[in-house]
């Protein structure tokens, strides 16, 4: 194990060594009050996950950073798994970009993980000076000791989808990944596959158009992304452009744990539909839909049909399972790929959502369900918001799942999620035959926050997980 050995860097030698490392027992995630009743700034909170701890499922901690309204978003490490064949590199440093000021907060989790502290903090000045880039997202470290956080747009709010750099040890901003001019028009998340000189990355919209809230004009307009980019790892420009059948909204992108695997998927939010990427005979890349959930005919909701809303994705370390959120359905799936061509459903449970019994929402049609499901109640509380952040234990038997999907959509999609707060649930998961059963034992509950009910977002394992290490 990675931990024992004497001459190597962080995280594991492969994916399926690390489905061999330690159980999780506390977990990272920012907690958002931009867009809530609560004047007060993001914080990352530190949850204990150890069941034979007295603080199991307790907030043990909370860093607050020194601004308002950043949106903290996702998370990432100053070095991961790509960098295991360097014993100077370790994982300390856990990285926090804010989707709206575009800040960094690099996080000292080395010192005391129990109790993080702030350790640097880039300012967007510094951003938009040197790659006129912000509204950050994915965070990856790379081999060569730098760490690349994706953009959504330009300092300005316009749509960008460009890399910044920055060094792994300083924390300085080093300019863009990308050659000058070589930017995508729209940006959100991507992942990066050496072996075949490759990185794709995909698109939201600009930072101006889902900034304050999502309408459905713009994507009658064309303003949300349907595209996948191609970029030559090596030379740091796009060589292809996928243009997604039928793949509104593609949002998080995973290639296959195994390094020398050739094909991905992401999932596509608004179409709520995956789409399997894959390197072709030719030698160029091209995608298919394997996976789609149908809209429902509804009555009482905004549209007339509503869409599952996939909001994220993830691999198990093995490959065998895919996971996905639906946060407007309310449902989480488990997918054997197997063969990846032909996903097949093997697990889907119900956790709140927008159709539930009893709420303002009635099913018309449903290709899928006989009835309305029943509102989730966890612990005596009743959670609110619908499955969104999803993170699996190395050992593939735990997943764990946030509510909250980004703080304006939850605010007109999900009101209650602002009044109450968001939740942490754990699913135990059957990795042998498929499955997910509830714990219903495990809750943890942003609403009874201190400073007032709060979001709380993308989780991440001191050690490292399956959507942040990429193996070389």
Known sequence: MATKCGKCGPGYPSPLEAMKGPREEIVYLPCIYRNTNTEA?????????????????????????????????????????????????SRTKLLLPSLISSRIYVVDVGTEPRAPRLHKVVEPKDIHAKCDLGYLHTTHCLASGDVMISSLGDPKGNGKGGFVLLDGETFEVKGTWERPGGAAPMGYDFWYQPRHNVMVSTEWAAPNVLRDGFNPADVEAGLYGNHLHVWDWQRHEMVQTLTLQDGLIPLEVRFLHNPAADQGFVGCALSSNIQRFYKNEGGTWSVEKVIQVPPKKVKGWMLPEMPGLITDILLSLDDRFLYFSNWLHGDLRQYDISDPQRPRLTGQLFLGGSIVKGGPVQVLEDQELKSQPEPLVVKGKQVAGGPQMIQLSLDGKRLYVTTSLYSAWDKQFYPDLIREGSVMLQIDVDTVKGGLKLNPNFLVDFGKEPLGPALAHELRYPGGDCSSDIWL
């Open 41 to 89: 700034p993001d914080y990352l909170a530190t949850v204990d996950v150890d069941p034979k701890s007295p603080q199991y499922c307790q907030v043990i901690h909370r860093l607050p950073m020194p601004h308002l309204k950043d949106e903290l978003h996702h998370s990432g490490w100053n070095t991961c798994s790509s960098c295991f064949g360097d014993s100077t590199k």
